[in-house]
């Protein structure tokens, strides 16, 4: 077999192999991006911060978080704690939100949507790799990190952490 056959053969399988082996690290995206303090951490998914002199509910994109506050519903299993964990990591930080085109910048509640970094991490995807949060596609919907969130949470369930742990939830929140 000659050289030039097994460089290209060599980089082929390298290609093959980043195309098929999912990315669950995400860089913070290198454009500028509005920077906030957090006012309050509602819940586990929604946040408010002080936009343009007005306060904005922010509920994060492609995630889901057990309800603690729908007057409709009883505390879901491992709301409390997934409420908690959101409030501690975020209560009083200065934070980037970065808007995805494909969701749109607002839900149907008026708030708006966005992934929220802290420093150079994805809070999204932090909160389900820590099996604080199922990742969420609203209505069929792809958003830019949905493979990665859709890897963070198959992951969290077989390492069975956070609501995933057979000592907790075992996955069932609801």
Excluded at 149 to 161: I, P
Aim: hydrophobic content about 35%; overall charge neutral.
């Amino acid at each position: 077999m000659s050289k030039r056959k097994l460089v290209f053969g060599g980089l082929a399988l390298i290609v093959i192999g980043l195309t098929i082996s999912p990315k669950l690290d995400v860089q913070a995206p290198a454009l500028a991006q509005d920077i906030y303090e957090i006012k309050q951490v509602i819940d586990g998914d929604t946040i408010e911060i002080t936009r343009y002199g007005k306060p904005e509910q922010v509920r994060l994109i492609g995630l889901d978080t057990p309800e603690t506050l729908d007057p409709r519903k009883p505390v879901q299993c491992y709301g409390n704690e997934a409420s908690d964990n959101s409030k501690k990591l975020l209560s009083g930080q200065n934070v980037r939100i970065e808007f995805d085109q494909q969701v749109g910048e607002r839900d149907r509640y008026g708030r708006l949507l966005a992934y929220i970094w802290l420093n150079d991490g994805l809070i999204n995807l932090e909160l389900i790799k820590g099996g604080y949060a199922h990742e969420y596609t609203y209505r069929s919907q792809s958003y830019k990190y949905q493979n990665q969130f859709k890897e963070a949470e198959s992951l969290a369930k077989q390492a069975q952490v956070g609501f995933w742990s057979p000592l907790t939830c075992g996955g069932v929140t609801k």
